[in-house]
């Protein structure tokens, strides 16, 4: 078992991509999982099949992260198993059309989308990190060991972002909530790595996942002629978009104790696309 076996994460958007490929990668560890989501259905299906396939404690919780007596409800009930909460991964996020021009995005979809991909990762780093600032630090566990007293930590976060949040390339609503929540993890950074909480961010490239199909339509759909052919992976160095478990990997490494000085960290997984061309 490895060192975080018996920990507890917090994983938002888990009912599906992303999240819920960082789900069973956190649960391959020994690590129970919260799963949150507003999808019950797919949401509760995760938290067993974690159970069942990786033998860990699991459980479904339905919320509406936009809603902060919500969060801090939800991350309460995420203590009742050991009084800590060890890690989070905020993966919960929406977008629009990709061949949205900004004239067709309304008010209510600008704020719709700012409501979940920024107050929403704003109030689960928030009311995550205050919950990890209570805990007491545990020691840092690497391998091989290092001859120095490296200092414990009491928690980690880890943002999923986008690299939206780097480049203006459309999106008129969530390329802006993603710049937004860039800074939500700077801050939180800045806030709590005093106090042994680090935060971080993942900005995935083209990652074929849910939204991507309902965004790209048939382009982000995974094994289709259209998707094969699709410019966008044309313009990605290794001629391809990602699968969540790519993803999920990084997420994995943030939160672990192999990045235990990193805090405020920007990390670019995209195949060779934002910087290369």
Not at 173 to 188: F, P, Q
Request: with cysteine; glycine share 10%; aromatic share 6%.
């Amino acid at each position: 078992m490895t060192a975080a076996a018996g920990r507890v994460a917090f994983v938002t958007g888990a009912a599906g991509g992303i999240g819920k490929a960082t789900a069973h990668k956190l649960a391959s560890r020994g690590i129970s999982v919260v799963v949150v989501d507003m999808n019950e259905r797919d949401g509760t299906r995760v938290a067993s099949d974690l159970t069942k396939r990786w033998h860990v404690r699991s459980r479904f919780l339905k919320v509406d992260i936009t809603q902060e007596q919500a969060v801090k409800d939800a991350i309460a009930a995420a203590t009742e198993w050991t009084g800590r909460l060890d890690y989070a991964a905020n993966c919960a996020g929406i977008c629009e059309s990709i061949w949205a021009e900004e004239e067709s995005i309304t008010t209510e979809l600008f704020e719709k989308t700012h409501a979940i991909n920024t107050l929403g990762l704003w109030l689960c780093q928030k009311h995550q990190a205050l919950q990890m600032r209570k805990q007491e630090p545990l020691p840092i566990s690497l391998n091989p060991p290092s001859p120095h007293a490296i200092p414990g930590q009491r928690g980690a976060i880890a943002n999923v972002v986008s690299i939206s949040g780097l480049q203006a390339a459309g999106l008129a609503a969530y390329t802006a909530s993603k710049y937004a929540a860039i800074g939500v993890t700077k801050n939180g950074a800045k806030f709590y790595g005093p106090d042994g909480v680090r935060v971080n961010a993942l900005c995935p490239g083209w990652t074929l996942t849910t939204m991507i199909e309902h965004s790209m339509g048939k382009e982000g759909t995974i094994g289709t002629k259209e998707n094969q052919e699709s410019p966008v992976s044309k313009q990605i160095a290794l001629r391809r978009m990602a699968f969540p478990e790519e993803q999920a990997s990084v997420l994995s490494f943030l939160l672990s104790d192999e990045s235990s000085y990193m805090n405020g960290s920007i990390v670019v997984n995209d195949g060779g696309f934002h910087d290369i061309r």
